[in-house]
């Protein structure tokens, strides 16, 4: 299985910048394609970012378009979530997940679609 953990979460003012990483166990994990989701309290989780397998596309929800960007490492088993410009809105549990779809061509926002999730980080924006 694979395992993933997400760090880089913390307590940044409005208009701040944080860089999450997400460190994945299986070097295969490459072959698919990696998402970020957030979950504030008592909501259900938020597609946030995608990246596909090839490292040749990424995906955007509207809310963060713009404002965060979504990368990979593969040589380190990486996946990154830049976040610039942090609203209080952005304030949630953050995770990392793996799309179960092998080499596929594009992405999902549904968390359904995901088969391996991280334990989340926190990420607080004050106003």
């Known amino acids: 299985q694979v395992q993933l953990v997400e760090s880089g979460g913390g307590l940044v003012q409005a208009g701040g910048s944080l860089r999450l990483s997400c460190a994945a166990s299986?070097?295969?994990?490459?072959?698919?394609?990696m998402g970020w989701f957030r979950q504030a309290p008592g909501k259900g989780r938020e597609f946030v970012a995608a990246?596909?397998?090839?490292?040749?596309?990424?995906y955007y929800a509207d809310s963060v378009k713009g404002r965060f960007t979504i990368s990979r490492d593969n040589a380190k088993n990486l996946v990154y979530l830049q976040m610039n410009s942090l609203k209080p809105e952005d304030t949630a549990v953050y995770y990392c997940?793996?799309?179960?779809?092998?080499?596929?061509?594009?992405?999902?926002?549904?968390?359904?679609?995901?088969?391996?999730w991280g334990q989340g980080t926190q990420v607080t924006v004050s106003s």
């Open positions: 299986e070097r295969t994990f490459t072959n698919y394609a």
């Open positions: 990246i596909t397998w090839s490292s040749y596309n990424t």
């Open positions: 997940a793996r799309d179960k779809r092998y080499r596929y061509y594009t992405y999902s926002v549904s968390p359904l679609q995901y088969d391996y």
